[in-house]
């Protein structure tokens, strides 16, 4: 498989919000890395995007920034309706790709973007990038070191209003449209949690789900239910609601064991609390600036060739096969 030699010189592909803070300035600030082209469809817009952040050129055409000789990384950062045709160009262009998640709209489409990465011999990396933050991994930490002893039960809440602050406001809202985003605002959130799921405790070997639309509000589901059977007789029970009052507004984690549990936030605050008996520990992590620093770190140093994936196609299809069962 290549690697690069020297500088991963990156490309964007779709410099919008995401870009801004969570993504974008990081891919200077790590190590043998540097930003040198981003696109956007709109000419304004990308130049904004260029000039602020001090990227040397910019496009409105995807082929032309993939083709761009000075180009040989591409960060894929559209909706993931162009996830699959984009990493295909990219790829056929002998460039590995950084992929954000959701990392497509299904199951087929991951599995035909895992053959167009053994088909043209190249690296894919998807930003399940929490796997990064010092939070999750604190709490692999403390799972793995028998912390809270065997673990029993993880109970997750994900209960928000209909317009909350932790999902990314867009003019044109296509986190709600099934056919851009793969399905509701399950489909934008839950990729971290189920990712960290699965990270920590393994493949699911039982996935039951349920999907409603209570609010009608728009076409995609609103309510998610999953139970997941993890190995090692471990089970999980996540609730994601996205039509409930101000005042019913959770962001909850427990990770339960016979000798005590670990409580955290996935999206609110970066605190771990550890509670066995009489005694409760807490942890504070902070969250870098710019949240992707750490796993851009280690994508980077899998493109030259000196780390493992961070996280593979195959690790995202997990994820995606529960996803999918929420439509």
Not at 98 to 103: D, I, L, N, Q, T
């Amino acid at each position: 498989m290549k690697k690069i030699s020297g500088t991963v010189k990156w490309g964007i592909v779709g410099c919008g919000d995401v870009c801004e803070v969570k993504s974008g300035p990081a891919f200077n600030k790590v190590a043998n890395s540097k930003l040198v082209a981003v696109m956007r469809r709109n000419l304004d817009k990308a130049k904004d995007f260029a000039q602020r952040h001090g990227v040397p050129r910019y496009y409105t055409d995807a082929a032309e920034l993939i083709n761009d000789k000075e180009v040989n990384a591409i960060y894929i950062a559209t909706p993931p309706s162009s996830h699959e045709a984009y990493l295909e160009m990219a790829l056929k262009a002998g460039k590995p790709v950084y992929v954000e998640k959701p990392v497509t709209v299904n199951s087929a489409s991951v599995e035909r973007m895992m053959e167009m990465e053994k088909q043209y011999d190249n690296k894919v990396s998807v930003a399940h990038y929490r796997r990064g933050l010092p939070l999750f991994n604190k709490i692999k930490q403390l799972v793995n070191d028998g912390a809270i002893g065997k673990v029993k039960l993880i109970l997750l809440r994900t209960l928000q209003p209909p317009v909350s602050k932790i999902i990314t406001q867009t003019d044109d809202n296509w986190r709600i449209n099934p056919e851009i985003s793969g399905g509701g605002l399950f489909h934008d959130l839950s990729p971290h949690q189920l990712d960290i799921m699965y990270w920590i405790f393994g493949t699911p070997q039982q996935v039951h789900v349920q999907a409603a639309n209570q609010g009608k509000l728009y076409e995609a589901p609103d309510l998610t239910m999953v139970q997941l059977a993890f190995p090692n007789d471990i089970y999980f029970n996540g609730v994601w609601d996205f039509n409930v009052a101000d005042a019913a507004t959770n962001d909850s984690c427990e990770i339960i064991g016979d000798k005590g549990f670990i409580r955290f936030s996935f999206f609110r605050v970066s605190t771990i609390e550890l509670i066995t008996g009489a005694s409760t520990e807490t942890f504070e992590l902070e969250y870098p600036v710019n949240i992707q620093q750490p796993h851009i770190n280690n994508v980077v140093k899998f493109f030259r060739g000196e780390d493992a994936n961070p996280c593979t196609l195959k690790d995202a299809l997990i994820t995606m096969r529960v996803m999918d069962q929420a439509v």
